[in-house]
């Protein structure tokens, strides 16, 4: 069983930063593919990035590539999403997963593990 608790949400204007942490219950986290998926308020979950087990490889959402950062350190079993240049349309809440596999990092049914959540809240 693995274990994910989401931190770092919060409300800022558009144009500011948040950075989002995830950490993991897990001894084996380095062998998971991670992602940040997020879901606004009548709208489902949508992907937003992932990052392989040894984090050489990451996968954007087009809507917050160039903005948003993925990265992730195998010997503190986290992961973080670093938010830059936000948008009101960014306001959701996030969700840190984890995947066994590594084939479809863009898809939720591809996630075994959840976290709970954080809200990001971005004003105009």
């Known amino acids: 069983q693995v274990q994910l608790v989401e931190s770092g949400g919060g409300l800022v204007q558009a144009g500011g930063s948040l950075r989002l942490s995830c950490a993991a219950s897990v001894y084996t986290f380095s062998t998971y593919v991670m992602g940040w998926f997020r879901q606004a308020p009548g709208k489902e979950r949508e992907f937003v990035a992932a990052?392989?087990?040894?984090?050489?490889?990451?996968y954007y959402a087009d809507s917050v590539k160039g903005r948003f950062t993925i990265s992730r350190d195998n010997g503190k079993s986290t992961v973080n999403l670093q938010m830059n240049s936000l948008k009101p349309e960014d306001t959701a809440v996030y969700y840190c997963?984890?995947?066994?596999?590594?084939?479809?990092?863009?898809?939720?049914?591809?996630?075994?593990?959840w976290g709970q959540g954080t809200q990001v809240t971005v004003s105009s």
């Open positions: 997963a984890a995947a066994v596999t590594s084939q479809s990092p863009r898809s939720a049914g591809r996630y075994d593990y």
């Open positions: 990052i392989s087990r040894g984090g050489v490889s990451t």
